[in-house]
C-alpha cells in the first residue's frame, strides 16, 4: 500500500512520477510481480526484486517522464528475465511562483489545477497547499538559492522586487517568464510577459490568475493565444498536396495557419519525397519538418491540427469544405486547368498557375512559370499559358522528364537521390525498359504498382547531379507558396 499512498501524495502536487509493474518472467526471477514508484527528483518507493533490476528500471523511468509516455522493457534477473509495464504519471510541467502574495496565491492554484507542479518562493515564511516546495530565506539570494529552472519550467514574478529577483535568477531555460506590472513598465525586446496574463478584462486576483494560466498554456505549446471561434474562422484548404502544393502547406503552416490538404486516392506526382501527399499511401509523411497525417473523415481534421501536424484527406471533389467551412481555399493541384474551383467556395480562392482567371473563377492567381515572374500575384487576368514544354534546368527541359512509353503498370528500379547516367534503366511499364535521356541524379519518381497511360510522366531527372537538394521542396515551390503567403496574410488583415 505504501506504493499507492505515495503516488496519491505526488499526484495531489502534480508532482511527475513512474510506476513500475512486473507483467510477466520466465525462468528463476526474485520476483514474479512487484511494483515501484520512481519520482522525476529521485525518489522511490517499493521494490522489482533488486539493486541492479531497479536501477535499470530508474533509467528506463527517467526516459518515460522525459518523453512523457510509457514502454515495456525487459530485465535480466537472476538466471531469467521480467518484463515491466512503465507508465509516467503527470508531465514536467512546473510553475516557479516568486512573490506568495493575493495574485501569487491564485496563480498558484489555478496553475496547480491544471496540472503543474507549484514551487514557491519568498521572503517571509509562507504556507501553501499546493506547493511541492516552498524556498523561503532572510533575502532574495537565499530565497532563491535551491531553485532549479528547467526547460519545462514557468516563471511567474508578482513581488515588487521584480528587478533584484530576474537579477539573481537565470531564466534563460525557462519556456515562460511573466511579471506582474503596469504597461507603462513593459520591457520591448526582451523575453518576458511583462505585463503578464491575457488581456481578458479582469482586475481581481483570481481573474489576472485565469489570463496569467491561459498565457502560461498557450506558451508551453508554442501558440498564439486567440478565440477558437477565430481559430476555425482561418482555416486553409489546399488542393492537392504534391510537390508545389507542399511549399505552399509548410509556408501556411510554419506561419501559424491551420491546413487542411485535399488529395486523390492514388496520387501520380514524381517527387514523392518532398511531397504531403506520400501521407495517402504510408498514413503519415513528413516533409522539410512539417509532418501530414492521412485522415479518413473531415470531422478528424481539427483533431490532427491540435497535435501540430497537416491532415491530409481524400477528397478530390471538395465535399468536405461543407463541414471545414474554410476562410481560404488554395488550388494547387497543378493540373494546368481548373477541376471545379469556384469564387464561392471559401472567402478567399486562390488558383497557381494556368487554368484559372482572377476575378472569374478565382479571386487571385499566381504565376509558377519559372523566370522574372515566378511568384506574381495577379488580381485580374491569367498566368502565362501552359506550354507544355518543363522550365530549363542546366541547359535542359524536356530531356530531364521522363515519360511512359507505353501503357501499362509501372515499376521503379531506381530511387530518390540515385546517380544515373544516360541509358540507364530507371523503371519498366510492364515489361518494358524506361530510360534516362540525361545524366544527373533522380529527383522523382512514380509509385510502384500504379497504371499509367503512353507519355505520362513517370520520373524526373536533374542534370545538376549531387549538387541538388533534393530532400526539401525546390526554391520554385517556396517562391510561389510565398506569394500565397502574402494573399492570405493580406486577406486577414482586411486588406
Partial sequence: MAVFEKAAALERLNRPFALASIVSSRGVVPRRSGRMLFAKDGEREGTLGGHRIEEEVAREAAICLEEGRGRRVTVAAGHGEVDIMIDPVNTARCAIIIGHGHVGRAVAESLWRVGYEIEVCDIVDVECPFASHIHTGEDWRSALA????????AIVVTTHDKDEVLGKLDVSKAFYVGVLSSRSRAVPGKDIFMPMGLDLGGESPQEIAVAVTAEIMAARVGRLPEPMGLRRGRLVVVRGAGDLATGTIIRLHRAGLDVVALETARPTQVRRNVSLAEAVWDGRTSVDGVEAVLIHEPSEAFRVLDEGAVPILVDPDCGSLQLLRPAVLVDAIMAKRNLGTRRDMAGLVIGLGPGFEAGVDVD??????????????IRKGSAIPNTGIPGEIAGHSLDRVV??????????????????????????VDDE????????IVRGMLHDGLEVTEGFKIADVDPRGESVDWHTPSDKAYAIAGAVLEL?????AGR
Avoid at 535551491?146 to 519550467?153: A, F
Avoid at 525498359?433 to 544527373?440: F, H, K
Avoid at 492570405?488 to 486577414?492: D, G, I
Fill in 146 to 153: 535551491g531553485v532549479e529552472v528547467t526547460k519545462d519550467c
Fill in 364 to 377: 487571385a492567381v499566381v504565376e509558377t512559370k519559372r523566370g522574372h515572374t515566378l511568384g506574381r500575384v
Fill in 403 to 428: 515519360r511512359s512509353s507505353r501503357a501499362g503498370v509501372f515499376r521503379a528500379l531506381r530511387t530518390f537521390g540515385d546517380l544515373v547516367h544516360k541509358g540507364d534503366v530507371l523503371a519498366y
Fill in 433 to 440: 525498359p524506361q530510360t534516362s535521356a540525361i545524366d544527373g
Fill in 488 to 492: 492570405v496574410e493580406a486577406f486577414f
